[in-house]
């Protein structure tokens, strides 16, 4: 497998564990956990699956109670100790845990599914297609990427505008205490095709449940295994 490493690993999330789930809940109104949620609920009892940045968990808990058997990887210590928690509290097999950069662990053997929740706001964009096509080397034959994040800018100028604007101001706090790139807004859907790979679903979701559709969740696959 080729690494693809060009911008330094953020500083781990440490900083913001704690402060995680809050901070979601307050931005979005429930539309991230949601988007997570939904990318676990695609994935079946007794596959293999990869997540990387699980965050705090709740997502990779439902899949491992569910009998999935679950490698999590992240720089953040807190963030890896959180996720093993809740599966601890619903019941489900503990999961593989990795510290460290995905993409430069050779250790991870081929998954049935990769799920990559809120990650991909972390790199910049010129970074992503390569970042989507590693999570693709990580896919067994037919393997799938599920990917939760920010949906694509708007073309509507004032739109777009305000969505970014939304999008900078927790930008700039994980920036600040993380390292993560600052950027504007990922076209994430046209990454993935600059990755030659082809989403196959998606859903958006609605901040606080009756706002704009700003964040997205999608299916990917290689474009020859649709």
Do not use: C
């Given at each position: 497998m080729d690494t693809f490493s060009t911008s330094p690993p953020s500083r781990n999330y440490d900083l913001l564990a704690n402060w995680y789930d809050l901070l979601a809940a307050i931005w979005s109104g429930g539309a991230i956990r949601a988007a997570r949620l939904w990318c676990a609920g695609h994935l079946d009892p007794e596959q293999d699956v990869l997540v990387v940045g699980p965050g705090t968990g709740e997502d990779v808990a439902d899949i491992s109670s569910r009998g999935a058997h679950v490698v999590i990887i992240d720089l953040s210590k807190k963030m890896l100790e959180a996720t093993l928690a809740r599966c601890r509290q619903k019941g489900g097999l503990a999961p593989e845990v990795i510290q460290g950069?995905?993409?430069?662990?050779?250790?991870?053997?081929?998954?049935?599914?990769?799920?990559?929740?809120?990650?991909?706001?972390?790199?910049?964009?010129?970074?992503?297609?390569?970042?989507?096509?590693?999570?693709?080397?990580?896919?067994?034959?037919?393997?799938?990427?599920?990917?939760?994040?920010?949906?694509?800018?708007?073309?509507?100028?004032?739109?777009?505008?305000?969505?970014?604007?939304?999008?900078?101001?927790?930008?700039?706090?994980?920036?600040?205490?993380?390292?993560s790139a600052w950027h504007l807004i990922h076209n994430i859907p046209a990454a993935v095709e600059q990755a030659g790979m082809v989403i196959v679903e998606r859903k958006r979701f609605r901040v606080f449940g009756i706002g704009p559709t700003w964040i997205e969740a999608i299916v990917v696959k290689m474009r020859d295994t649709v």
């Open positions: 950069d995905f993409r430069t662990e050779h250790s991870i053997k081929n998954q049935d599914a990769v799920l990559a929740p809120f990650v991909l706001n972390v790199f910049p964009s010129d970074e992503l297609p390569h970042i989507i096509a590693q999570l693709q080397d990580y896919t067994s034959d037919g393997g799938r990427i599920l990917i939760s994040d920010f949906a694509p800018p708007a073309n509507f100028l004032p739109s777009r505008l305000l969505m970014e604007l939304w999008h900078g101001i927790p930008m700039a706090i994980f920036h600040l205490f993380t390292g």
